[in-house]
């Protein structure tokens, strides 16, 4: 019997999925190039902000949340600085951190981009 799309979106809210990859923290900059370093050809930013957000197996789970499944995140993570706000993250958006492993041996994965404003981010 063919479901309609409505009944195939509500059945998302009966369902729990497994996530296992690399989840990483992206980390956005917003800020303005003034200036090009004198001792090399690269742009010098001054940053205005800064907002960190999940990225990698992160974002899939929020990808799913928003479907209204429950997401199940299993991932490593480093005993850092990044690791915190990557945890912090989770609990902002409501995401269990039960299936996270904190290592001592490696470090959080972070994902910098960069934007002036006009463009949502590069990395």
Do not use: H
């Not at 690269?42 to 799913?64: E, S, T, W």
């Not at 991932?75 to 600085?81: Q, V």
């Not at 990044?82 to 972070?110: A, F, H, M, Y």
């Amino acid at each position: 019997m063919a479901k309609s799309l409505q009944q195939i979106f509500e059945s998302f809210n009966n369902l729990s999925v497994l996530i296992l990859g690399d989840v990483m923290l992206d980390s956005y900059i917003w800020g303005a190039v003034e200036r090009i370093s004198p001792e090399a050809p690269v742009p010098v930013v001054r940053v205005k902000k800064k907002d960190f957000r999940l990225g990698g197996a992160g974002n899939v789970a929020l990808n799913i949340q928003s479907l209204g499944a429950k997401p199940i995140l299993c991932a490593l993570i480093g005993n850092d600085d990044d690791g915190k706000k990557l945890l912090q993250c989770l609990t902002d958006n409501g995401i269990s951190k039960e299936g996270i492993i904190i290592s001592n041996d490696r470090p959080t994965t972070v994902k910098t981009r960069r934007t002036n404003g006009r463009t949502r981010g590069m990395g």
